[in-house]
């Protein structure tokens, strides 16, 4: 089968010569027709009448299958994750609290939500007296913020080992699952903004032969 491609003025024609009555896609895959030609040909609305060329409909059904395919593996990923959105259900205690475990560096903390006032304790402690800074506190705060739930529950959590800036993380995380776990609708708006991912970074322990993890002894010449 011989086939010739024109292309005048930026419109490509696609002329069949001879040859039997072929599928499309056989067609297509022989003639080295490339995309750029199809859209060109989609975009020609007279040529219903060229001898051997399938319609126009199968011609845009062929692309638009084609462009739906591409994008097939992320609309099974979304549809995935609704359908594990959709088989989580509410876990909560027989007190009605929701629990969630945080753990950041060498940090550890458990954490109770409830629908409440807008209490917070931590240790025992409110949680301005034991975190007086507000970068810390703020950082706390984010998960309520985010799911457009902020005084709306109340936190007891204990946390244990590691510094402040750890126990801080481990508390947020901590809070994240909880608030998955009393609803997961919830899920969503705090994957997105990384929430519910523990952050596995550490300190990165001292080699041999150096002064820390990296920095090495000041070199001397004599």
């Not at 930026?10 to 199809?38: E, K, N, Q």
């Not at 409909?57 to 062929?62: L, Q, T, V």
Request: charged content about 30%; proline content about 5%.
């Amino acid at each position: 089968m011989r086939m010739k491609i024109i292309i005048a003025e930026g419109i490509v024609l696609l002329c069949l010569l001879t040859g039997p009555s072929r599928a499309f896609g056989d067609l297509i895959a022989a003639s080295g027709i490339t995309d750029a030609m199809l859209d060109s040909l989609i975009a020609l609305k007279d040529l219903e009448g060229v001898e051997g060329l399938p319609p126009l409909s199968e011609i845009e059904e062929i692309r638009y299958e084609k462009n739906t395919r591409k994008s097939s593996r992320d609309e099974i990923e979304r549809q995935k994750q609704e359908e594990i959105a959709k088989a989580r259900v509410r876990q909560v205690d027989d007190q009605g609290r929701a629990y969630g475990t945080g753990r950041r560096k060498c940090s550890i903390a458990r954490v109770w939500i409830q629908p409440g006032e807008g209490k917070f304790i931590v240790n025992d402690k409110e949680f301005d007296v034991y975190f007086p800074m507000l970068d810390h506190r703020a950082t706390l705060l984010r998960p309520f913020s985010e799911t457009k739930t902020l005084g709306l529950w109340d936190v007891n959590c204990t946390v244990k080992g590691g510094g402040v800036s750890g126990q801080v993380g481990a508390i947020r995380l901590g809070i994240s699952r909880a608030l998955q776990n009393w609803e997961p609708d919830l899920r969503p708006a705090l994957r997105s903004v990384g929430f519910l991912t523990r952050d596995p970074r550490v300190v990165e322990r001292k080699k041999p032969g150096k002064a820390k993890a990296r920095k090495s002894f000041q070199w001397v010449k004599r």
